[in-house]
């Protein structure tokens, strides 16, 4: 019997094997920030834990539902981000967000509670209040205008439609609750805690800024626009009510708004993405509408042609275009401006995308988690594996001699491999290496030596039908594979039904326990056969005392001639 398919060439497989190595270590150092190290999860490298305080309009508690939505769509947008490594989980009443590294800017930003609409714009003025103090009160009288309609409202900075205007990166607003909060980066110990609300101060707090800005007595919508405040938190963050008209600032603090009732959920927007426009040199949000929603903006489109529509995300002015072209009813648009850059249009596409949290957040706390206990752990894990490793390569040698070494080759062959892979998932995917990790890859890098195993015992199994080393070795390795890809496959399963249902650090620990099985395949076929079929063909490995296998070669020899006997005396 001839060999199997894909055996007869192989220091081709060898090079193939070792082209794809090459490959991957070129574009490590030459890609990227060309380093050979992988990112770190926060129990290696230590992180940054936010804990979020719900603010109800009521004052009351968050229901435990509404709680495990809004963990179930941070969580998504953790995913979309490529935020590997984090963790949301629900603590009482609040949730805590812990993400790798030290900057927490990035945990609050995916608290943002998104609640997207889309409001006419019916009059817009300068800020008459700055930090509680009135700017300069000979501008005030010329700026008090009556409301008007919004045709005659000039745009800060006019665009075609699909909309685009002057946008602040979103992570921005997040950013502005953090003067209420100087807790979140303490430079030394603090004394004492900020005090936090009571649910009835936040309730009153509440209900107090409804009375005012969201009135529809022109008087006093025009009294709340002269007193808006855009230096100070906004009470109303993320708890307006859509159907009253909204007195409200841009995120960058440099106009006051008077906006219409809601003509346009953002529950309607169907998916949205951080995209760069070539021909014009920058970055947009470009969102896609449901069929319904498509609809409703192609009508608003052509009610409001030449007038203003603004983008109202958590009570704030995103984006307020002018719309110059009526009756877009394509169902997509884009947001754009000047403060719009790749990493701001990727936060705001991916929290559109996932649709908006059921409750709004205050950060009530914010910490660095240290990873002292993650690196101790870390050594001991590894001296851990090393033994282990090492005690596996001794009982080869023992067991199998030389072909021991032929084992270990392809052991090392495979951990340059998932190291390599971990380095560039890390970059292009965000994958975090953390201890669950590194015990999947351990594990899956151990379960290498039992491919080796089956390997070989298919081999006694041919000589001891009385076959030569040579010709045992194609004829083993048809039956070993076999048995080989159902081992595998069974693991792939389960990691991959681990993956699916676990959370947290599990999902790493299933990740890197499905990448090692997948590289194990790829080393036995390019890597273990391939040595082995060499191995055959040399009169030096073909020696009993090199290969371990004189004693399978006697009990073939007794068997031969005991068989012989038996005919004779037939």
């Not at 009059?123 to 008007?148: C, E, F, L, R, T």
């Not at 754009?336 to 949290?357: D, F, H, R, V």
């Amino acid at each position: 019997m001839p060999p199997s398919q894909g055996t007869a060439h192989p220091l081709r497989l060898l090079g193939v094997y070792a082209a794809l190595v090459a490959v991957m270590f070129g574009l490590i150092f030459f890609t990227g920030d060309k380093t050979a190290s992988p990112k770190l999860g926060i129990d290696l490298q230590g992180g940054t834990r936010v804990t979020l305080t719900p603010r109800t309009p009521d004052g009351g508690k968050p229901s435990q539902d509404s709680l495990r939505k809004a963990q179930s769509i941070i969580e998504q947008r953790v995913n979309g981000l490529g935020v590997s490594g984090s963790e949301v989980v629900i603590e009482g009443d609040n949730l805590v967000i812990t993400v790798p590294g030290e900057d927490g800017a990035q945990a609050k930003a995916l608290a943002t509670t998104a609640k997207m609409y889309v409001r006419p714009v019916i009059q817009a003025i300068a800020p008459q209040v700055k930090n509680g103090q009135p700017v300069n009160q000979q501008q005030q009288q010329p700026q008090q205008q009556p409301a008007a309609p919004p045709a005659s409202v000039a745009p800060s900075a006019p665009a075609d439609v699909p909309p685009a205007a002057d946008v602040a990166p979103t992570s921005e607003a997040p950013a502005q609750q953090n003067r209420v909060f100087p807790a979140q980066a303490p430079t030394t110990p603090p004394t004492a805690p900020p005090a936090q609300p009571t649910p009835q101060q936040t309730q009153k707090e509440i209900a107090d800024a409804k009375a005012l800005r969201q009135s529809t007595d022109p008087t006093i919508q025009q009294t709340a626009m002269l007193t808006m405040d855009c230096t100070k938190p906004d009470p109303l963050q993320g708890n307006d009510d859509p159907n009253l008209p909204l007195v409200t600032c841009g995120v960058e603090g440099n106009e006051v708004y008077l906006l219409d009732k809601s003509r346009l959920d953002g529950q309607e927007i169907k998916d949205a993405s951080g995209q760069y426009v070539q021909k014009e040199s920058k970055w947009v949000v470009s969102v896609d509408f449901k069929s319904g929603g498509a609809d409703t903006w192609g009508k608003l489109t052509t009610e409001y042609y030449n007038k203003q529509l603004a983008f109202v995300l958590d009570t704030k002015v995103v984006s307020a275009p002018v719309v110059q072209q009526g009756g877009q009813y394509g169902g997509s648009t884009s947001i754009s401006g000047p403060g719009i850059n790749k990493s701001s249009a990727q936060e705001l596409g991916n929290t559109l995308k996932y649709g908006s949290l059921p409750l709004s957040f205050q950060t009530s706390e914010a910490e660095t988690v240290s990873a002292t206990l993650g690196l101790s752990s870390l050594r001991a894990g590894l001296i851990a594996g090393a033994i282990g490793l090492v005690a596996v390569l001794l009982y080869c040698l023992l067991y199998y001699r030389m072909l021991g070494f032929l084992a270990g080759f392809s052991l090392v062959a495979a951990g340059v491999a998932v190291y390599a892979l971990i380095i560039l998932l890390g970059r292009s995917i965000g994958f975090t290496l953390d201890l669950a990790g590194i015990a999947g890859l351990i594990i899956g890098i151990g379960m290498t030596a039992d491919s080796f195993v089956v390997f070989f015992e298919r081999i006694k199994d041919q000589m001891r039908g009385g076959r030569s080393f040579r010709s045992a070795v194609p004829r083993g390795w048809q039956r070993a594979q076999r048995t080989n890809l159902s081992g595998k496959t069974v693991s792939l399963i389960a990691s991959a039904v681990l993956y699916i249902l676990a959370a947290g650090q599990v999902k790493g620990f299933a990740f890197t326990l499905g990448l090692t099985t997948v590289l194990d395949i790829i080393v036995l076929y390019l890597v273990t056969s391939p040595l082995l079929m060499l191995a055959s063909r040399s009169t030096f490995w073909a020696k009993p005392s090199v290969n371990g296998l004189g004693a399978v070669a006697e009990i073939a020899r007794e068997r031969k001639a005991a068989s012989g006997v038996l005919v004779k005396e037939a």
